[in-house]
Nanobody, 125 residues
Framework: QLQASGGGLVQPGGSLTLSCAAS????????IAWFRQAPGKGREGVAS????????RYADSVKGRFTISRDAVMNRMTLQMSTLQPEDTATYYC????????????????????WGQGTQVTVSS
C-alpha cells in the first residue's frame, strides 16, 4: 500500500515536499515514480528512479526544480519541489513497480503497478 501526503496550497516560487509511505513491502526493492494529473488532462510522469541501475528521469518541465528520493529507514519516497509555478497545480500520485522500466518507459503510467491515492498541490497567489 502507498499513502501519499504533503500536498497543499503554495504561492508561486514556493517549495513543497511530498511524501509517500509504503507498507507491506520494502520500497528499496521497487522502482519508484511520481506522476501528476491536472483537471482535464492525462496523467503525466514527472520523476522516476530505477531500483537496479539507479537511473533517474525527470520530465523536461520539472528538471532542475524537482528531486525524487527514497528513505530506506522510513520506507518512503519523497518529491522535493521548488520554484513552483501555477502550471504545477495538479493531483500528484506516487507509484512503484517491482520491475525496472526501460529508460523510455520510466515516466509512463503503464510501467507501474502500485499507486497511491493522490495528494493535491495548488500553486496560486
Amino acid at each position: 500500500q502507498l499513502q501519499a501526503s504533503g500536498g497543499g496550497l503554495v504561492q508561486p516560487g514556493g517549495s513543497l515536499t511530498l511524501s509517500c509511505a509504503a507498507s507491506g513491502f520494502t520500497l528499496t526493492d521497487h522502482s519508484i515514480a511520481w506522476f501528476r494529473q491536472a483537471p482535464g488532462k492525462g496523467r503525466e510522469g514527472v520523476a522516476s528512479f530505477n531500483r537496479g541501475d539507479r537511473k533517474t528521469r525527470y520530465a523536461d518541465s520539472v528538471k532542475g526544480r524537482f528531486t525524487i528520493s527514497r528513505d530506506a529507514v522510513m520506507n518512503r519516497m519523497t518529491l522535493q519541489m521548488s520554484t513552483l509555478q501555477p502550471e504545477d497545480t495538479a493531483t500528484y500520485y506516487c507509484a512503484t513497480t517491482s520491475g525496472e522500466p526501460s529508460y523510455s518507459n520510466m515516466l509512463q503510467p503503464s510501467a507501474y503497478a502500485y499507486w497511491g491515492q493522490g495528494t493535491q498541490v495548488t500553486v496560486s497567489s
